[in-house]
């Protein structure tokens, strides 16, 4: 079997999807799959990354998010017929239309709906429901976004919910970021809240810094990821005066390191733009409790199981939110219920479970479709 999948960043780049992917394409090649990845990039060339193929195409502009190739579109003109499927991970315009012309089965990962384009959406949409009219399948993320989503309202019947997953092996590190070495001194023995993600609108970072305000003296909060906000972001810190109580990390090299030494692990997103959160996912690796927010469609709460792997509480809801971490960091007995919870709840986020059902779903697709 022979699978092209469509993305957008070549490795080693990594936003949410592209970690999945990454993940996914060594699994399924050392299942014996031949799983390659076509994606826009810096240069045009075949090259390698852990273990499976990939052709970078180099990118020539950015329209509304959307990267645009003209090596894409000869490349893929190229190898397509070489593969069985074309799976393509959406959202992704190029990809999207590109496999209206695919000779064999395409599957469509749908991993968020366009949010933020609404008018040059309204011009995409006819082209987007021909591409899902032409899948044979269309995997979601969880079953909260497939109820919600409108886009993809009409086609329910193709639809099967597959979780993101991640490769556990590469989750364990024992090598300390160099950022955390130089904000220990800082933390004097106290509770850490992480939060980590871009620091952009529909992450709610705003409301989880103003909850500081009524977390415990001994909980500190840390924020990790750079960001168009960053400027408004420190600015919100020093006019509440939680210089001693927030820390901005920015970037790091390690983000397991942060995650593990964290004692309650936060994503305080407000819109169903954070479709999944696959973060989420690291943090139930290395068992900490989670504290999340209810925002309508989104998969957090796939995730995260209230009051089993942690809490689900209001957006924009500052207050909820303190109460929810102060709750947890001091019931000893809650806390470690929703430890043990969240090593359990991994497993069914692990990539070769969820690699598993992936290549079930090929096998089914290229016999009965």
């Known amino acids: 079997m022979k699978v092209l999948h469509l993305g957008k960043l070549c490795p080693p780049k990594e936003g949410g999807i592209e970690i ?17 990845l076509l994606c826009f990039g810096d240069e045009t060339a075949k090259k390698e990354y852990r273990s499976f193929e990939y052709f970078e195409s180099k990118m020539n502009i950015k329209l509304n ?33 590109l496999s209206l012309f695919a000779s064999k089965k395409v599957i469509i990962h749908w991993h968020s709906d366009i949010v933020r384009q609404k008018i040059s959406y309204m011009f995409y949409k006819p082209i987007q429901q021909l591409v899902l009219k032409k899948a044979e399948r269309i995997i979601c993320t969880s079953p909260q976004y497939l109820e919600s989503s409108n886009q993809i309202k009409g086609f329910k019947e193709k639809a099967v919910v597959i979780p993101l997953g991640l490769n556990p092996d590469r989750l364990k590190s024992d090598k300390e970021d160099k950022k955390w070495l ?8 106290k509770k ?25 003296d001994n909980t500190i ?11 408004d972001l420190i600015n919100l810190i020093k006019k509440l005066a939680l210089e001693e109580k927030v820390y901005l990390i920015g970037k790091v090299e390690n983000i397991q390191t942060f995650i ?28 900490k409790p989670l504290v ?24 924009k809801n500052p207050k909820a939110l303190a109460d929810a971490i102060n709750k947890i ?25 969820v690699g598993d059902k992936i290549l079930a779903l090929y096998e089914e697709v290229l016999i009965w479709s």
């Open 20 to 36: 999945f992917s990454y993940d996914l394409l060594e699994y399924l090649n050392k299942k014996g799959i031949r799983a390659d």
């Open 329 to 353: 960091l001091m019931d000893k007995d809650l806390y470690q219920k929703f430890s043990k919870n969240a090593l359990e709840r991994f497993k069914e986020f692990e990539i070769s479970s």
């Open 182 to 189: 130089e904000i220990r001194d800082k933390l004097k023995n």
């Open 260 to 287: 593990k030494k964290c004692d309650v692990f936060c994503l305080p997103s407000v819109e169903r733009s954070e479709a999944f959160g696959l973060v989420l996912v690291e943090a139930l690796f290395y068992g």
């Open 65 to 97: 998010s959307a990267p645009l190739s003209l090596d894409f579109i000869k490349t893929f003109k190229q190898i397509e017929k070489n593969y069985d499927i074309t799976h393509v991970h959406s959202p992704n315009p190029l990809a999207e239309i």
């Open 221 to 231: 909060v840390l924020i990790v990821g750079a960001g168009p906000l960053y400027e």
């Open 292 to 315: 999340t927010t209810e925002v309508y469609g989104s998969g957090m709460s796939y995730v995260n199981k209230n009051n089993i792997t942690g809490l689900v509480v209001p957006p």
């Open 192 to 216: 850490v809240v992480l939060s980590v993600g871009r620091l952009v609108y529909y992450k709610g970072f705003e409301y989880l810094i103003e909850s500081a305000k009524y977390l415990n």
